[in-house]
């Protein structure tokens, strides 16, 4: 089975900065992209940022400039760096990977997720 876990999450204060970890079960060399997603009490569901096999990176608007997300194949991992925190970053942060296989079959895998509070 396929598994993917966050951690890092946590309560910070305004303007500090937190680095969330997902660790996947198999290789993450199936994975193309990998991200992050992030959810908040009566939001939606927010695409954060996205990294490809061969490093290339997307970002939302709201998070560009404070957030890097950074991809470790050999250790199976996909972190999330955010600094500058603000009051409207507190989420759930859920790591997500999407796996294609020869078939052009393409599969979703989320983690639990990991709770972010920024508060003062």
């Known amino acids: 089975q396929v598994e993917l876990v966050e951690s890092g999450g946590g309560l910070v204060q305004p303007g500090e900065s937190l680095r969330l970890s997902c660790t996947a079960s198999v290789s993450t060399i199936r994975f193309n992209p990998m991200g992050w997603f992030r959810l908040a ?55 997500n990977a999407i796996s294609i296989n020869y078939y052009d079959y393409a599969s979703a895998y989320w983690g639990p997720g990991t709770q972010v509070t920024v508060s003062s």
């Open 41 to 95: 009490p009566g939001k939606q569901r927010e695409l954060v940022a996205t990294a490809t096999t061969g490093g290339k990176t997307n970002y939302a608007d709201s998070v560009k400039g404070r957030f890097t997300i950074s991809r470790d194949n050999a250790k199976n991992t996909v972190d999330l760096q955010m600094n500058s925190l603000k009051p409207e970053d507190p989420a759930v942060y859920y790591c």
